[in-house]
């Protein structure tokens, strides 16, 4: 057996399920040593995040209930980018539409969401954001538009658990030496 890790061969995959998006499937394998080996993987259209800062170094944010884990959590503005759509493009439109801010938009990075999902992950941050309109929601968003210190938000929200994009608020705050 090689100590390079090689790539598994797809055998066979079926969509368990499938619904806003994102599916299911069931894939089958043939691992590096023969075997056979069956997994469930998430398939998921790429999405991104913005840490955006209002010219006073404040921390936009949108809180609202997250149904896996059944609680309000915080999230940094962002979603979904729809086909075909620059991850820029993107996370411009969601800002705006989640938060009414605009301002000027950066990359930071992009990363994996997890080891068994397809979902890859764009990181953003935006300075000198001013409100410019109402957020407009869709129908399943219920949205509280709130801002933080840095400080508040580094010791409250990114050390505690409640936000669900501490990747990309790691890789912002790197890009801005904000650490």
Request: glycine share 6%.
């Amino acid at each position: 057996m090689s100590d390079t890790p090689t790539p598994w061969r797809e055998l066979e995959r079926t969509t368990v399920f499938s619904k806003f998006g994102r599916s299911v499937d069931q894939v089958d394998f043939e691992l590096p040593d023969g075997r056979n080996g069956q997994f469930f993987l998430k398939n998921e259209r790429p999405a991104g995040a913005v840490l955006a800062l209002t010219p006073d170094r404040r921390v936009i944010l949108a809180r609202q209930y997250r149904p896996g884990p059944a609680r309000m959590l915080y999230d940094l503005p962002g979603g979904l980018l729809e086909p075909g759509e620059d991850a820029q493009a993107a996370i411009t439109r969601e800002l705006l539409e989640e938060t009414g801010y605009q301002g000027d938009l950066h990359p930071a990075g992009c990363y994996w969401l997890d080891a068994y999902s397809n979902a890859l992950r764009y990181a953003f941050y935006a300075t000198d954001c001013v409100k410019v309109a109402e957020p407009q929601l869709e129908q399943n968003e219920f949205i509280d538009v709130t801002t933080l210190s840095l400080d508040e938000f580094r010791t409250t929200v990114l050390r505690s658990g409640e936000l669900t994009d501490a990747a990309a608020a790691y890789m912002a705050l790197d890009a801005l030496h904000l650490l």
